[in-house]
Structure formats: C-alpha cells, structure tokens
T-cell receptor, first 111, second 113 residues
Framework: KNQVEQSPQSLIILEGKNCTLQ??????????LRWYKQDTGRGPVSLTIMTFSENTKSNGRYTATLDADTKQSSLHITASQLSDSASYIC??????????FGTGTRLLVSP | EAQVTQNPRYLITVTGKKLTVTCSQN?????MSWYRQDPGLGLRQIYYSMNVEVTDKGDVPEGYKVSRKEKRNFPLILESPSPNQTSLYFC????????????FGSGTRLTVV
C-alpha cells in the first residue's frame, strides 16, 4: 500500500531557531517527492520537488533532502520566522499519475 | 498573474441540492485535479484530467462528477450532496505529467447540512 508518514505531527519552536521535519514513504514506483507549505485554510504552495537522483534541494531558508535507499526525506528550516507557521506536507508522486499526500506537520513559530 | 481560481470560497447547502464548484486556470496547463482535505487525513484525490475530454477517477470519486470541455476549466459537480461531503476542496493544475509542481487554488469550504 502506498503510504507517506510524517513526523512530528506538530511542533512549536522559538523564532530564529532551526527545525527539521521528517517524511518516510513506501511508494512504488517512485517518481518524485515534493514538499508543500499550507497556511490555514489556504491551498498548498510548492517548496521543493526532488527526483530519484537528487539528494538535496534548497529554496531560500528551506532545504529538503532525499535518501531514496531508506525512503526518507527531511525538510530543514533555517532561522525560522513567524511567517513559517503553517502545515508542511510531504507528497510523493507514484508513476507521474498519482500523488500520495502525508497528513502534514503543523509548525508554530513562537515569538 | 498565474493562478488557479476556485469559486465559491465558502458554501453552505442542504442535503440533495445539486451544486457546482468551479475551477479555472490561466496557465494553459494540461493536467487538472480535484482533492478534498479532511481533519487528520491527507489530501485525497477525487478526479483528475490529463487533457480536454479526458477525465479519470481518483481515490474517492463516489458522489462527484467532473467535466473538462475546455482546457482552462474543470468544474466539480455534486449531484446530490450529503453531509459526509462536508470538506475543504482544492483544485490543482500542472503543465502535464512529470516532475512539475502543482499550483493549487485557494480552496472551497463546503458544508452540507
């Protein structure tokens, strides 16, 4: 069964601190892995997309890593800001036709 | 501005009253899709369309219909809404299959009473 699991479910950090969110997947055939940011009640916004051959990809203060052997990905946020408070969703593409979504990590950045 | 536009943003309706949620994109994308998002669950795909006049079922198609008569529009139709269709709905588009990012609409919060 194709599954994407994220941890932790929720996280509170102080403004300016770093954090790392985790994503484990069991998907076949794997095409790519995406990280999205979703503000409450809004549509997800793409942060990064990585294919099988890519180990890391950055987008400003967001850095995603992918280990295709262990089927794990992480999203590292550097120097967090209040505007980073959102849900972060890991999404794996199955054979380019189907997306499998994780349930997300809800991040709260506290002043 | 490149975007996916959904309407309405909020909708309260009664059981059995047919409704349509519209979705339009201005990026000439081939691929469009509908998702629903419920608490504690990831987004689940309802229907998708690879191109004009080509649609297919996603994971949770029961109770929904779609059409793709034009490239830019992909409406979601609930012929006889029921309370279990109360949810947050998102439309998304992508240039085509492959390693492209998806652009999501702002969402439609539907309540069926």
């Amino acid at each position: 069964k194709n599954q994407v699991e994220q941890s932790p479910q929720s996280l509170i950090i102080l403004e300016g601190k770093n954090c790392t969110l985790q994503c484990n997947y069991t998907v076949s055939p794997f095409s790519n892995l995406r990280w999205y940011k979703q503000d409450t009640g809004r549509g997800p916004v793409s942060l990064t997309i990585m294919t099988f051959s890519e180990n890391t990809k950055s987008n400003g203060r967001y850095t995603a890593t992918l280990d295709a052997d262990t089927k794990q990905s992480s999203l590292h946020i550097t120097a967090s800001q209040l505007s980073d408070s959102a849900s972060y969703i890991c999404v794996v593409s199955v054979g380019f036709q189907k997306l499998v979504f994780g349930t997300g990590t809800r991040l709260l950045v506290s002043p | 501005e490149a975007q996916v536009t959904q309407n309405p943003r909020y909708l309260i309706t009664v059981t059995g009253k047919k409704l349509t949620v519209t979705c339009s994109q201005n990026m000439n994308h081939e691929y469009m899709s509908w998702y629903r998002q419920d608490p504690g669950l990831g987004l689940r795909q309802i229907y998708y369309s690879m191109n004009v006049e080509v649609t297919d079922k996603g994971d949770v198609p029961e109770g929904y219909k779609v059409s793709r008569k034009e490239k830019r529009n992909f409406p979601l139709i609930l012929e006889s809404p029921s309370p279990n269709q109360t949810s947050l709905y998102f439309c998304a588009s992508s240039p085509s299959r492959g390693n492209y990012g998806y652009t999501f609409g702002s969402g439609t919060r539907l309540t069926v009473v």
